[in-house]
């Protein structure tokens, strides 16, 4: 297990970019850096992260980074994928790098065709929950009650269950992760890096433009995010379900920090009523009874992909 | 290596952009509230530098906050995470 | 070996492809195209062909693959038709934006609604001004010839554009016709290694294509334009140094037929071009001085060629397979807009005939060129845009 003191030095976002201040996905980006170092090529869509880079001449990334149309990360690391085997460049990782709405909405149909066709690449999908390059209308990933630009009294729909949406496309490895535990995040980067196939990994990455709070509190809702069991961090392994720490202590529910907690901060759940908490709770509780099934099952089972 | 071009003649056939520190200029300027390091509080945990969103914060020799300010936008991350409230966020002056 | 074999222009694109020593496909089936991908399918899998094919999900990926594999350093190829053209493009506009030397070939078909599997070139010609050069093959032999020309041309740096690769659906693509196969060491030392304007390299990062200001936009868009006039120029001159080394030469840009002394010239676009000739002999036999000119690149368009082919003749007719709706044929458009600043330009007329794959023999276009006739003895052209064969 590394730590922090031990990740390198090294800087491949450079300063001066054009995130917000504050950015949830911009700590990410850094983190993924971290984790894989710069023999990685970067496939990124229209996105926050498009933005970021700043304007030609110029760009912060110090990592070869393909911009693409916004429905196309894996399509395009699908082509540098096969291109970089007939040049037989295994040395290099191919990474897709997209928002919430490229990766749920308008990105899933490139995703799951990559996914089938087990496209050997890292696709991560950092979320900040809205449509952020556009100015924060709502995307599929946004959750139950949030207020976006289309959205203006809070989303009536549940958040997409992406992760899961891919490990049933049985590819060998699916984890959540968020940029407050960094070292989680870091050990999931450099265990997709070593696995044969496609390796789905989401961010659940704080946005004060979108989520409307103090952009000091980026890291603290991330882990709000975490210890209310909202967002839960675990891997899928060749079908195996495993929650990571603190997520793994949560299927107590008396362990869970409130959910109130968490949408307090946020001016974005500012239209959540109690009868809207009280449906999120239930839903948590579903969802949780469903991982305590996973872990309990991948423990016993020894068949893979049986029990998603 | 692809240069930032003066003239077309400079210019590559299809946008390459050079990775260059400052592509939006010295984002510094962005700020309200600057972090100021109490080092003598400081026990160097690296914390506030893995969380910094602009890789502003480099580390020292003995691991403390180096703080770029060219570059800081000032989001209040390192100080709302310093274990031991090291940091402070202190209005600009002028 | 060179050696002959009668294959139908699909396969025949499939095995260029193949010869190209492409490195990665990435293509979705549509009707009229499916047997140049399941050719490519069955290469790949018996070993014949060594490159990676993916199966991608939908045409809008396949081209953005092609973009992916093509910036990280490999010859590329797709093929399309119609609605999968239609879907790709925005990616096409990405291609080109990305100077990447993509050939694909687009299998003609009529667009709709309604349904139609049948040709036309509404397909490739409502993409006209995504910056893609465009060939127009009139038989099989040219579809071969032209896709290996097309990797030379794509990849040589005065240009770095894609290509399409243009044939009618079932009236080429379908058709078993005998194409000369050249020798594949003679196709390698003419196409050499791929070249790219730009790859992604680890030694050298850059971020492509991240966002242009005003300040930079149009300057880009200006080298693109010069990479265009770089083809018209650079097309000829391939053509020629192919015929030499394999025997096929189209004329360059227009293949020219009993131009010289015409007075009045049929100008078409694809398998039209040969069903003109006949109809040209066939009029020729009558006395009447007729030529016929086949526009083998849309883009460019070749309008040095055309003003030279106006300054002898009376009378232009164009025959369109395609329309653009509230206005006329492209052919019809561009061919005016080329004789316009002409001195004595020539009278042009319109005709609007094959779409939807309504069939074009050269007596139809007899009958055109008679019309035609009629009017250049009047010195005026009495119908702008007349649809030829039209149910009353």
């Known amino acids: ?308 | 290596m692809v240069k930032s071009p003066k003239t077309r003649k400079e210019m590559p056939p299809t946008p390459l952009s050079v990775p260059t520190v400052g592509s939006m200029g010295k984002t510094g300027t962005w700020r309200t509230f600057r972090p100021k390091v109490d080092y003598s509080k400081c026990t160097r945990c690296t914390i506030c530098w893995i969380f910094c969103p602009d890789s502003a914060i480099t580390r020292r020799a003995d691991d403390a906050p180096e703080i770029d300010y060219d570059y800081c936008k000032g989001c209040g991350i390192c100080a709302n995470e310093c274990p031991v409230k090291a940091i402070a966020m202190c209005r600009e002056e002028e | ?392």
């Open chain 1, 1 to 308: 297990m590394v730590t922090i003191k031990e990740l390198p030095k090294e800087e491949y976002l450079l300063k001066g970019h054009a995130a917000c201040a504050g950015c949830g996905p911009a700590i990410a980006l850094r983190l993924l850096f971290k984790a894989l170092g710069n023999k990685i090529f970067l496939v990124v869509p229209a996105c926050c992260t498009t933005v970021i880079q700043g304007p030609y001449p110029y760009t912060s990334s110090a990592v070869p980074l393909q911009n693409i149309l916004f429905e196309s990360t894996a399509a395009a690391s699908s082509g540098i994928v096969a291109a970089l085997r007939q040049l037989k460049r295994d040395d290099i990782t191919v990474v897709g790098w997209a928002g919430d709405g490229g990766t749920v909405d308008i990105g899933i149909q490139a995703l799951s065709g990559a996914a089938e066709r087990e496209t050997n690449f890292i696709y991560i999908c950092y979320d900040n929950e809205a449509y952020g390059n556009t100015g924060m209308q709502r995307s599929g990933a946004t959750p139950y009650g949030a207020w976006t630009t289309t959205t203006p009294s809070g989303k009536q729909e549940r958040k997409k269950d992406m992760p899961m949406i891919m490990a049933a496309h049985r590819i060998p490895y699916v984890a959540t992760a968020c940029p407050s535990f960094p070292v989680d995040l870091v050990n999931k980067l450099r265990k997709a890096k070593e696995i044969k196939g496609t390796k789905y990994i989401h961010i659940l990455a704080p946005c004060p433009t979108g989520w409307r709070y103090d952009a000091s509190k980026t890291v603290e809702l991330g882990k709000l995010a975490v210890q209310t069991g909202l967002w839960a961090l675990y891997e899928i392994e060749n079908g195996k379900f495993k929650l990571d720490s603190p997520s793994d202590r949560l299927i107590d529910r008396s362990k869970r920090k409130p959910v109130r907690d968490y949408f307090t901060p946020q001016a974005r759940f500012r239209n959540v009523t109690d009868q809207d908490i009280k449906r999120i709770e239930q839903w948590l509780d579903e969802d949780w009874e469903r991982y305590r099934r996973l872990v309990a099952d991948s423990a016993s089972d020894s068949a893979s992909y049986g029990k998603i």
């Open chain 3, 1 to 392: 070996m060179e050696q002959t074999i009668i294959d139908t222009a699909n396969h025949i694109a499939g095995l260029a492809a193949k010869m190209a020593r492409v490195k990665v496909v990435a293509a979705y089936p549509i009707t009229p195209q499916t047997t140049v991908v399941e050719k490519i399918a069955e290469f790949v899998e018996n070993g014949d062909m060594d490159a990676e094919y993916i199966r991608v999900e939908s045409e809008h990926s396949a081209m953005v693959a092609c973009i992916g594999a093509a910036a990280a350093g490999v010859r590329t190829f797709t093929a399309t038709s119609s609605h999968g053209l239609a879907l790709m493009h925005e990616a096409l506009h990405w291609a080109s934006g990305s100077r990447l030397p993509i050939v694909m070939a687009v299998v003609n078909r009529a667009m709709g609604a309604p349904w139609s599997i049948w040709p036309d070139f509404s397909d490739s010609l409502s993409q006209r001004d995504t910056g893609w050069l465009q060939f127009y093959c009139a038989d099989n032999q040219e579809v071969f010839d032209t896709i290996i020309q097309a990797y030379k041309l794509c990849e040589d740096q005065r240009i770095f554009l894609p290509a399409m690769v243009c044939l009618e659906g079932f009236i080429l693509s379908h058709t078993y016709m005998p194409v000369k196969i050249p020798d594949q060491e003679k196709i390698d030392a003419f196409l050499p290694q791929y070249k790219s304007s730009w790859t992604l390299d680890i030694e050298h990062p850059y971020s492509h294509s991240n966002l242009v200001s005003p300040e930079w936009y149009m300057e880009f868009r200006y080298m693109i334009q010069e990479a265009m006039k770089n083809a018209e120029r650079l097309i000829p001159q391939i053509d020629r140094e192919y015929g030499r080394l394999f025997g096929s030469t189209y004329g360059g840009l227009v293949d020219k037929y009993r131009c010289e002394d015409a007075e009045l010239i049929l100008l078409t676009m694809g398998t039209m071009g040969s069903e003109a000739k006949l109809a040209v002999e066939s009029l020729r036999n009558k006395g009447l001085k007729v030529g016929s000119a086949r526009v083998r690149v849309y883009r460019p368009f070749p309008v040095t060629e055309i003003t030279k082919l106006a300054k002898n003749a009376q009378m232009i007719a164009t025959i369109d397979r395609h329309v653009s709706f509230g206005m006329e044929g492209f052919l019809e458009t561009e061919v005016k807009a080329s004789v316009f600043n002409e001195e004595d330009s020539p009278l042009v007329a319109g005709f609007i005939a094959g779409l939807g794959g309504r069939d074009v023999t050269s007596e139809t276009i007899e009958k055109i060129a008679r019309k035609s006739l009629k009017w250049m003895q009047k010195g005026k052209v009495e119908k702008t845009t007349e649809w030829v064969d039209l149910r009353e």
